[in-house]
């Protein structure tokens, strides 16, 4: 028994040691977020879909994107994560200040897509600890916990391997990427925006309108957004 409680005790202060040992994350540049934000929200997607997969037994698009694979919650939590953490250099500090970060993230992404988009992509009402049915006390916690793997040990290795590709070739792909999600996001917020509208009866007679609603019905939203809620 003694043997035990030394064992755990040592164990215990091993892991103190760790939580409060300073980190340093290698250089980047603004090129880098475009890596950044493009990987965390492929690899968002395909967390989701696996997920849904093992869980409901069916595949959902859970992209949230009209014409690429990254989901922009996660790919915007990853930048911002990553920015606001920078002086953040310890284990247990990417743990709290993470569960803090994500918590504030998700609650203020729900609620600008609920009154600025007219519509809602999650709804945590009925679940355990939820503020405001927006996000959840257990879902920051993760979100902690996800932050400090992503600082101790996704972005450093992330960011050494994009540092890799040739300087100019870097900075072209990054600026092609970028471009992508710009027009991604200009095909993606109209076609919210009108789904909303259309689900309460509000129609535009105007050239863009009528283009928006044919190419981005009802049908095609459904299937890109399927847990949305609209109406």
């Given at each position: 028994?003694?043997d035990l409680i030394?064992?755990?005790?040592?164990?215990?202060?091993?892991c103190a040691q760790?939580?409060?040992?300073?980190?340093?994350?290698?250089?980047?540049?603004?090129?880098?977020?475009?890596?950044?934000?493009?990987?965390?929200?492929?690899?968002?997607?395909?967390?989701?879909?696996?997920?849904?997969?093992?869980?409901?037994?069916?595949?959902?698009?859970?992209?949230?994107?009209?014409?690429?694979?990254?989901?922009?919650?996660?790919?915007?939590?990853?930048?911002?994560?990553?920015?606001?953490?920078?002086?953040?250099?310890?284990?247990?500090?990417?743990?709290?200040?993470?569960?803090?970060?994500?918590?504030?993230?998700?609650?203020?992404?729900?609620?600008?897509?609920?009154?600025?988009?007219?519509?809602?992509?999650?709804?945590?009402?009925?679940?355990?600890?939820?503020?405001?049915?927006?996000?959840?006390?257990?879902?920051?916690?993760?979100?902690?916990?996800?932050?400090?793997?992503?600082?101790?040990?996704?972005?450093?290795?992330?960011?050494?391997?994009?540092?890799?590709?040739?300087?100019?070739?870097?900075?072209?792909?990054?600026?092609?990427?970028?471009?992508?999600?710009?027009?991604?996001?200009?095909?993606?917020?109209?076609?919210?925006?009108?789904?909303?509208?259309?689900?309460?009866?509000?129609?535009?007679?105007?050239?863009?309108?009528?283009?928006?609603?044919?190419?981005?019905?009802?049908?095609?939203?459904?299937?890109?957004?399927?847990?949305?809620?609209?109406?």
């Open positions: 028994m003694k030394q064992t755990v005790n040592q164990r215990t202060h091993d760790w939580l409060d040992k300073p980190r340093t994350m290698p250089r980047w540049d603004a090129y880098d977020m475009v890596y950044l934000f493009a990987i965390a929200g492929t690899v968002g997607t395909v967390y989701e879909e696996v997920l849904i997969a093992l869980t409901h037994g069916v595949f959902e698009n859970r992209s949230g994107s009209i014409i690429t694979t990254v989901n922009w919650v996660y790919g915007m939590g990853a930048v911002i994560m990553f920015l606001a953490l920078q002086r953040a250099n310890r284990p247990w500090q990417h743990i709290a200040y993470g569960a803090l970060l994500g918590g504030a993230v998700e609650f203020t992404l729900s609620l600008i897509q609920q009154y600025l988009l007219g519509t809602r992509s999650w709804d945590y009402s009925g679940k355990f600890l939820n503020i405001g049915g927006r996000t959840t006390i257990p879902y920051m916690l993760v979100w902690g916990l996800l932050c400090m793997a992503c600082m101790c040990w996704l972005f450093p290795p992330a960011l050494r391997l994009v540092h890799r590709i040739p300087e100019h070739a870097r900075h072209t792909i990054a600026v092609v990427l970028a471009v992508i999600m710009l027009i991604d996001l200009s095909l993606m917020v109209p076609a919210i925006v009108r789904y909303g509208q259309r689900a309460h009866g509000v129609y535009f007679d105007n050239p863009y309108c009528r283009w928006v609603d044919r190419v981005f019905d009802d049908a095609f939203m459904r299937s890109r957004y399927p847990n949305m809620q609209v109406g």
